[in-house]
Structures are given as C-alpha cells and as structure tokens.
C-alpha cells in the first residue's frame, strides 16, 4: 500500500506561484510513477504532470507546459509541483497519484491517490 498526502495549496492572484508537495509513505519503489492531477469545479479530473521516482522524462498537458514543473526529493519521499503565472483557469482541488506499473496521462491507470489540496488563483 501506499499512502500520498499532499500539501501547499491556498488562494493566489492571478501571476503568482504556488508550490504544491505529495509526501509518499509505504512501499514506493523507484520505478513508480507518480502523476498530478486536477479537478476544477462541476468537471471531471484532468491530468497536469507526471513522472517516475527514478526521474527521467516528464510530462505535462500542453495547458500548463511552461508554467508548471515537477520534481522530487527521493530523500523525502516527496514529489513537487511548482506551479507558476498561475490565472483563474487552474482553479482546482490539485491530487497526486502513483502507480506501480503505468507511466500515463489517463485517471484511471493510477493505483493509489491522495486526498487533494485546494488552489483557488483570483483575477
């Protein structure tokens, strides 16, 4: 099992950053593959970013490729989203997720999941 909690949500002006943490806790191995995703209000979930623990490529939505980054600390077991020049469309409650086997954009190909951190971005 895994556990995720994510953390670093809140309310900014439109232009300004957040940093959003996932810290994993029980059997992540290197080759998982850890996922951000986001759910705005009256819409479905939408992939944001992924990548392995092992690092290597990353993957964004064309949405927020340029503003936003993922990175981890393997020492702390924690996954990061920098989020940046964020504007009023990334209104939403941000998940991490992790799987074992899939490296992938779709919702459902995630195993494990965290219980969300809000980001409201004001114009």
């Known amino acids: 099992q895994v556990q995720l909690v994510e953390a670093g949500g809140g309310l900014v002006q439109a232009g300004g950053s957040l940093r959003l943490s996932c810290a994993a806790s029980?059997?992540?191995?290197?080759?998982?593959?850890m996922g951000w995703f986001r759910q705005a209000p009256g819409k479905g979930r939408e992939f944001v970013a992924a990548?392995?623990?092992?690092?290597?490529?990353?993957y964004y939505a064309d949405s927020v490729k340029g503003r936003f980054t993922v990175s981890r600390d393997n020492a702390k077991n924690t996954v990061y989203l920098q989020m940046n020049s964020l504007n009023p469309d990334d209104t939403a409650v941000y998940h991490c997720?992790?799987?074992?086997?899939?490296?992938?954009?779709?919702?459902?190909?995630?195993?494990?999941w965290g219980q969300g951190t809000q980001v409201t971005v004001s114009s």
């Open positions: 990548m392995r623990w092992s690092g290597g490529t990353t």
């Open positions: 997720a992790s799987d074992p086997v899939r490296l992938s954009r779709a919702v459902g190909d995630y195993r494990y």
């Open positions: 029980g059997r992540i191995v290197s080759n998982y593959a």
